[in-house]
């Protein structure tokens, strides 16, 4: 079992607004499954920071993606 995308999505439900740091790098793991919990816990952090992080993520993402 991979753990980094267990952790991420322990994160997601923790909600804790001191994870943005880890979840922005987390946005660029070769891993979908944890760039995917990420994008989903800083949805829910929801904090300025966390949606200027999903923003930028989604400016670098190709179109149709």
Excluded: S
């Excluded at 997601?12 to 607004?17: H, K, L, S, T, V």
């Excluded at 001191?18 to 929801?46: C, F, K, S």
Aim: no cysteine; proline share 9%.
């Amino acid at each position: 079992v991979n753990v980094r995308p267990r952790a991420a999505e322990a994160l997601r439900f923790i909600g804790d607004p001191a994870a943005v740091p880890g979840l922005v790098e987390a946005l660029n793991d070769p891993d979908y499954r944890v760039r995917d919990e990420a994008v989903q816990a800083l949805e829910r952090i929801n904090t300025i920071p966390a949606r200027a992080a999903l923003a930028a993520h989604r400016r670098k993402q190709p179109a149709g993606a």
